[in-house]
Protein backbone atom coordinates (compact mmCIF):
# COMPACT_ATOMS: atom_id res chain seq x y z
CA UNK A 1 0.00 0.00 0.00
CA UNK A 2 1.34 3.37 -0.90
CA UNK A 3 0.04 7.04 0.24
CA UNK A 4 0.60 10.44 0.18
CA UNK A 5 0.12 12.84 3.34
CA UNK A 6 1.63 16.16 3.96
CA UNK A 7 3.78 15.05 7.00
CA UNK A 8 5.06 11.82 8.64
CA UNK A 9 7.73 10.19 11.31
CA UNK A 10 8.25 6.95 11.81
CA UNK A 11 9.31 5.95 15.45
CA UNK A 12 11.37 3.46 17.08
CA UNK A 13 8.51 1.10 17.79
CA UNK A 14 7.99 1.02 13.73
CA UNK A 15 4.85 2.85 14.20
CA UNK A 16 3.95 5.21 11.42
CA UNK A 17 2.69 9.00 12.51
CA UNK A 18 1.03 10.55 9.35
CA UNK A 19 -0.97 14.26 9.58
CA UNK A 20 -2.87 15.28 5.93
CA UNK A 21 -3.01 11.53 5.03
CA UNK A 22 -4.09 10.59 1.65
CA UNK A 23 -4.60 13.46 -0.02
CA UNK A 24 -5.16 13.66 -4.24
CA UNK A 25 -4.76 17.28 -4.97
CA UNK A 26 -2.09 19.56 -4.87
CA UNK A 27 -0.54 22.91 -6.26
CA UNK A 28 2.65 23.29 -7.88
CA UNK A 29 5.28 23.80 -6.64
CA UNK A 30 4.35 20.89 -4.32
CA UNK A 31 5.24 21.37 -0.73
CA UNK A 32 7.43 19.34 0.88
CA UNK A 33 5.87 15.55 1.69
CA UNK A 34 5.84 12.26 2.60
CA UNK A 35 5.36 9.01 0.42
CA UNK A 36 4.34 6.07 2.61
CA UNK A 37 4.74 2.20 1.63
CA UNK A 38 3.62 -0.55 3.96
CA UNK A 39 5.20 -3.66 2.84
CA UNK A 40 4.22 -7.00 3.58
CA UNK A 41 6.52 -10.02 3.73
CA UNK A 42 6.77 -13.99 4.45
CA UNK A 43 7.70 -14.37 7.86
CA UNK A 44 10.45 -16.61 6.06
CA UNK A 45 11.96 -12.99 4.76
CA UNK A 46 12.01 -11.08 7.90
CA UNK A 47 16.02 -10.78 8.88
CA UNK A 48 16.69 -9.80 4.96
CA UNK A 49 17.02 -6.47 3.30
CA UNK A 50 14.88 -5.35 0.62
CA UNK A 51 15.74 -2.71 -2.12
CA UNK A 52 13.07 0.34 -2.18
CA UNK A 53 12.92 2.83 -4.81
CA UNK A 54 10.03 5.08 -6.43
CA UNK A 55 9.56 7.34 -9.08
CA UNK A 56 7.55 9.86 -9.67
CA UNK A 57 5.77 9.71 -13.70
CA UNK A 58 3.56 12.37 -15.08
CA UNK A 59 0.24 11.12 -17.47
CA UNK A 60 2.26 10.20 -20.11
CA UNK A 61 4.31 7.87 -18.22
CA UNK A 62 7.83 10.19 -18.51
CA UNK A 63 9.82 10.34 -15.12
CA UNK A 64 9.41 14.18 -13.56
CA UNK A 65 11.41 13.20 -10.60
CA UNK A 66 12.61 9.90 -8.06
CA UNK A 67 14.15 9.01 -4.96
CA UNK A 68 16.90 7.32 -3.60
CA UNK A 69 17.61 4.09 -3.67
CA UNK A 70 17.14 2.73 -0.32
CA UNK A 71 16.64 -0.52 2.25
CA UNK A 72 13.88 -1.94 3.98
CA UNK A 73 15.20 -4.04 6.56
CA UNK A 74 12.21 -6.81 7.35
CA UNK A 75 12.06 -7.15 10.97
CA UNK A 76 9.44 -8.90 13.39
CA UNK A 77 8.32 -7.29 16.65
CA UNK A 78 7.28 -10.05 19.38
CA UNK A 79 3.68 -10.07 18.80
CA UNK A 80 3.98 -11.20 15.40
CA UNK A 81 3.15 -15.10 15.77
CA UNK A 82 5.38 -17.11 14.26
CA UNK A 83 4.52 -18.13 10.85
CA UNK A 84 2.43 -14.98 10.07
CA UNK A 85 3.65 -12.46 7.44
CA UNK A 86 5.07 -9.10 8.66
CA UNK A 87 3.71 -5.51 7.86
CA UNK A 88 6.79 -2.95 7.41
CA UNK A 89 6.24 0.53 7.51
CA UNK A 90 8.50 2.69 5.08
CA UNK A 91 8.30 6.60 4.83
CA UNK A 92 10.28 8.87 2.26
CA UNK A 93 10.71 12.48 2.78
CA UNK A 94 9.71 13.88 -0.87
CA UNK A 95 11.16 17.95 -1.21
CA UNK A 96 8.90 20.45 -3.14
CA UNK A 97 8.20 19.85 -7.24
CA UNK A 98 7.64 21.94 -9.63
CA UNK A 99 5.01 20.48 -11.82
CA UNK A 100 2.83 21.34 -14.19
CA UNK A 101 -1.27 22.41 -13.57
CA UNK A 102 -3.59 20.27 -14.98
CA UNK A 103 -1.56 16.94 -15.03
CA UNK A 104 -2.13 13.93 -13.18
CA UNK A 105 1.36 12.67 -11.83
CA UNK A 106 1.75 8.78 -10.14
CA UNK A 107 4.60 8.19 -7.48
CA UNK A 108 5.19 4.32 -8.48
CA UNK A 109 7.15 1.87 -6.08
CA UNK A 110 9.76 -0.87 -6.92
CA UNK A 111 10.66 -3.15 -4.32
CA UNK A 112 13.40 -5.61 -5.29
CA UNK A 113 13.33 -4.72 -8.91
CA UNK A 114 8.96 -5.50 -9.09
CA UNK A 115 6.51 -3.37 -9.28
CA UNK A 116 2.87 -4.05 -8.27
CA UNK A 117 -0.53 -2.01 -9.19
CA UNK A 118 -1.64 -1.37 -5.75
CA UNK A 119 2.66 0.02 -4.83
CA UNK A 120 0.99 3.04 -6.83
CA UNK A 121 0.10 7.05 -5.14
CA UNK A 122 -1.41 9.58 -7.84
CA UNK A 123 -2.15 13.40 -7.65
CA UNK A 124 -3.64 15.99 -9.75
CA UNK A 125 -2.01 19.62 -9.72
CA UNK A 126 -4.39 22.47 -9.32
CA UNK A 127 -3.96 26.17 -9.85
Known amino acids: MVLLAHSGHLDN ?3 LHALGLGWT ?3 S ?5 VLIV ?3 VAWSETGQEFPIH ?3 V ?3 GARVAQTEQSLINARRQQVHPEGTAVTIPFIATIPPLNL ?3 QRYQWRVTIAGQMHEDWLAGFTVTA
Open 58 to 60: DGD
Open 25 to 27: TSP
Open 29 to 33: PTEQH
Open 38 to 40: FVE
Open 13 to 15: SGT
Open 54 to 56: AEL
Open 100 to 102: TVG
